[in-house]
């Protein structure tokens, strides 16, 4: 079991490299497209491309490391007014709605992909490119999410702080 976990926790971290490298991407194609076209040259057709698979690949493997850091964006007025034992249920009863959500994204991404794969769709644009290898992102990413999520409904720490306002 202790493996199982080691082995979850490099996938959450590595996703979130991997969605960090995308970021860098994202900024160096933007740039790189920018100058060519400063510079009177036609930008190359893929770096357009690649800019928009980054933008979906940052969004889908950095999701699941955001639940865990808290870092998404969450509204603590509601909560912070409420009791600590009310705060809790509410916090759990939300973490599940969330649970309940990602599991059923990720079961229809996982629909999707398959479908993809199954019918060899391709997302034509500057290149003819496997459409799985993008639509794989969603249950794999939603999946992580809702694992996360899973550890705020059953785990003894809670989504919700119960402080309102900024707090960094």
């Not at 398959?114 to 769709?121: A, H, P, Q, V």
Request: hydrophobic share 55%; proline share 3%.
């Amino acid at each position: 079991m202790r493996l199982l976990k080691t082995a979850y926790d490099y996938l959450i971290y590595g996703m979130a490299i991997l969605a960090g490298l995308g970021l860098v991407w994202l900024m160096v194609s933007t740039i790189t497209s920018v100058v060519m076209r400063n510079m009177g040259v036609q930008p190359f057709a893929w770096l357009f491309t690649s800019a928009e698979y980054s933008i979906l690949y940052l969004t889908m493997l950095g999701a699941p490391w955001l639940v865990r850091e808290k870092g998404h964006v969450h509204i603590e007025l509601l909560t912070a007014a409420l009791p600590d034992a009310t705060r809790a249920w509410v916090s759990r009863g939300v973490s599940l709605a969330c649970v309940l959500v990602c599991a059923m994204l990720a079961w229809k991404g996982a629909e999707l992909a398959i479908t993809n794969l199954e019918r060899g769709d391709f997302d034509v644009r500057a290149y003819f490119f496997p459409r799985w290898i993008l639509t794989i992102s969603f249950p794999i990413a939603f999946g992580c999410m809702a694992i996360e999520f899973a550890r705020y409904v059953f785990g003894r720490e809670l989504w919700h702080s119960g402080e309102a306002g900024i707090h960094e």
